[in-house]
């Protein structure tokens, strides 16, 4: 394939990998990450083919040339499946509780817990995971505060424990 073709089928590979890849937050560094990588493979093939040319085409066998092709889709392939599967790690508010409003309200510890991380928006079976609690107990303190705060939903209770001042 000439270099010319390649570029010419850049454009069908750029709209392809956005087709797989949807929720790339910047298809501007992707289509530029891609042309790097095209470029970069096409000046590898120029260097081997030179050194084909020039140097090797007498000394090394071909399952040599597919083995460094292969070893350098591999460490390629490594590379780009670590980059892609990278966790982000989430930003969590610091929350910050008024311990007098709590005591006024009756909220024990646990359901201050399971306020905390309602706010930090966790669902039941994250926050039974993270308290080591089944997700039933969740749901009882979440009823229990729901009742204390006099709300129906947990982002009701969020807001209610901002407005009562139990949330900082």
Known sequence: MSYTSMMQYLPYC????????????????????????GLSLAALVTLLRFFEYRLFVRD???????????????????WVGLRLTRKKAPVQPNVQFDEKILSRLN??????????????????????????VSVNTVKTHSSNLFQKLDVSRRTQAVQRAKELGIIR
Do not use: C
């Open 60 to 78: 090394l066998a071909l399952e040599a040339y597919v083995g460094l092709v292969a070893m350098l889709f591999t460490v390629l392939g490594v």
């Open 107 to 132: 909220i024990s510890k646990r359901e201050q817990d399971v306020l905390h991380l309602i706010a930090q928006g966790f669902s039941n079976q994250e926050i039974a995971d993270k308290l080591f």
């Open 14 to 37: 750029l709209q392809k990998v956005s087709f797989i890849l949807p929720s790339t937050p910047k298809p501007l560094i992707l289509k530029r990450t891609i042309i790097l990588y």
